[in-house]
């Protein structure tokens, strides 16, 4: 029998959620984000609470339908989809994983040294994706089944402009080209906005579609991991120009970036448009403090510190939760979540003790 992850239960508002995001006051509860949960801690949830009971793994629609299941269940007001079959060819290396949840395929790392694109001749040999050939079989699907408290949140191998121009040179490569070769970063970065502008055109198609969430990690700990000026002539051009097309749609632009962004949240605020930023990590800046510093402009989502949830206990998480929320919910502008997404060596109950007590809340 199907059974609740949530002592309290949640009833989806999309509509909700979107206000809440734009600030639109105060909710009546807490609503929750992530960028992923990772395919193990999926696997463990539908197993502990039944989630599968009465779905057909052979329905052709199986994995949609019990992604609607599991995001009820844990309180969300949303799915996640993009277009599918977009390949873009990146070297990796693999390692055993050593996490709760094993991962049995191994944990990818990407190559940091030397990518696919180190020179002109591999620029203009590498296979390009054709964002017109992806597929849309998710997002057709919702937009039909989708239970009409819920929407989806267009998010998923999206706007990756500054991780791309890693991924694609090789970060220590990207370093030297940003001196020796501009030019040739100059025409990558073109190529990506060329790609994702055709992959939000696509979503945005969708009308169940009523959040777009970039992803781009542009951080380490202490700073950027290229300059400021670099950022501005490179990265944020694709940005502005996602924020953009989204807000003409009407939606809310959200952006998930790993780092340490000081120098350069003034630019994703007023120059950008951001409507929302997602990534924090204590030793960097707590979304407390950004609540404070940015509150007042775009919401602030997630926060619930990774390596705190993987090491507290759950008097603790509870206990941090209800501060976090006390500080961040007044006047809207906050979702409950995790500092980054729900990986599979967060033990899953010190997870499922966030959701709880965000689920017990009241404002």
């Known amino acids: 029998m199907v059974k609740s992850p949530l002592s309290v239960p949640v009833t989806p508002n999309w509509r909700e959620l979107v206000d809440v995001i734009m600030r639109h006051g105060t909710p009546e509860r807490v609503h929750f984000i992530e960028l992923f949960l990772d395919a193990e801690v999926q696997e463990e949830l539908c197993r502990r609470y039944h989630l599968l009971d ?17 995001q009820r269940a844990l309180g969300y007001d949303y799915v996640r989809a993009s277009v599918e079959n977009l390949e873009v060819p990146l070297y990796r290396s693999t390692l055993e994983d050593t996490a709760q949840l094993k991962r049995e395929t191994g944990r990818r790392f990407m190559e940091e040294h030397r990518g696919p694109i180190t020179n002109w001749d591999e620029f203009y040999a ?13 997002l057709e699907w919702y937009e039909e089944n989708l239970p009409e408290d819920m929407c989806v949140i267009g998010s998923g191998g999206f706007a990756h402009f500054a991780e791309y121009l890693t991924w694609m040179m090789g970060y220590e490569t990207l370093c030297y080209a940003l001196y020796d070769q ?9 190529r990506l906005m060329n ?6 055109r696509r979503m945005l198609q969708f009308e169940r579609v009523k959040i777009i969430w970039g992803s781009d990690d542009m951080g380490f700990r202490s700073a950027t991991l290229i300059s400021p000026a670099d950022l501005r ?6 940005h502005k120009r996602m924020a953009e097309m989204s807000h003409a749609a009407g939606r809310p632009y959200l952006l998930h970036a790993c780092g340490n962004l000081r120098e350069v949240m003034e630019d994703l605020i007023e120059d950008v ?32 510190d990774v390596d705190f949830l993987c090491r507290a206990d759950e008097s603790a998480i509870r206990e941090r939760v209800r501060r976090t929320l006390d500080a961040c919910l007044p006047g809207g502008g906050y979702c409950l979540g995790t500092g980054n997404s729900v990986a599979n060596y967060i033990p899953l109950d010190h997870y499922l003790a966030m959701q709880d007590e965000g689920a017990r809340y009241r404002p």
């Open 273 to 304: 448009r951001i409507d929302a930023k997602h990534s924090f990590e204590d030793t960097i800046e707590s979304v407390i403090e950004a609540k404070q510093l940015y509150g007042d402009r775009i919401a602030l989502l997630g926060g619930i």
């Open 54 to 70: 009465g779905l057909d793994e052979d329905d052709p629609y199986f994995d949609l339908k019990r992604q609607i299941r599991l």
């Open 126 to 138: 590498y296979p390009w994706p054709d964002p017109e050939a992806a597929t849309t079989r998710a």
């Open 233 to 238: 002539e490179f990265v944020f051009p694709g």
């Open 195 to 200: 790609l994702f502008e055709a992959v939000l």
């Open 182 to 190: 501009r030019d040739l970063v100059a025409a990558i970065a073109e």
